[in-house]
């Protein structure tokens, strides 16, 4: 196993480069997207339609399929640092919100209903200035 780490240093520094940068985004990102989230979305017990025009041009399709590129690179990084040195956890997380799928919206509301999840999120909202979320979708 030593052998192995000697001879691919440079594969564990890229690793661990990457798995610092991810790190690193989340701490800004995430608190970013949170904020930007109305207050009342999970209230909803359909998806909110987007204000944005709903036209499917080319820009829109490469947006979304970039999107959601990105979102499995995320949760494909975030399993490998499971393993690796990195916030796995926390990377998995952020590609689950950036990936489309069925069902996506009703995982959400049943996430952001937990009360371990709830609280931390509200509190950040606040600090930032911002109401809380509100959630009719049946509390812990």
Request: with cysteine; proline share 5%; net charge positive.
């Amino acid at each position: 196993m030593l052998d192995w780490l000697g001879e691919h240093q440079a594969l564990i520094y890229a690793l661990s480069g990457g798995s610092l940068l991810v790190f690193i985004g989340t701490l800004i990102v995430v608190p970013a997207m949170i904020v930007r989230i109305p207050a009342n979305y999970f209230a909803h017990e359909h998806r909110p339609h987007e204000r944005r025009g709903r036209g499917l041009g080319w820009w829109r399709l490469a947006f979304l399929a970039g999107k959601n590129v990105l979102g499995y690179l995320f949760m494909l990084a975030g399993l490998a640092m499971l393993v690796l040195p990195g916030q796995g956890l926390l990377a998995i997380f952020v590609g689950f919100m950036l990936v489309d799928f069925p069902g996506k919206y009703r995982a959400e509301r049943w996430l952001i209903s937990r009360r371990w999840v709830r609280q931390p999120v509200n509190w950040l909202r606040r600090k930032r200035g911002h109401e809380p979320l509100t959630n009719d979708c049946g509390n812990e």
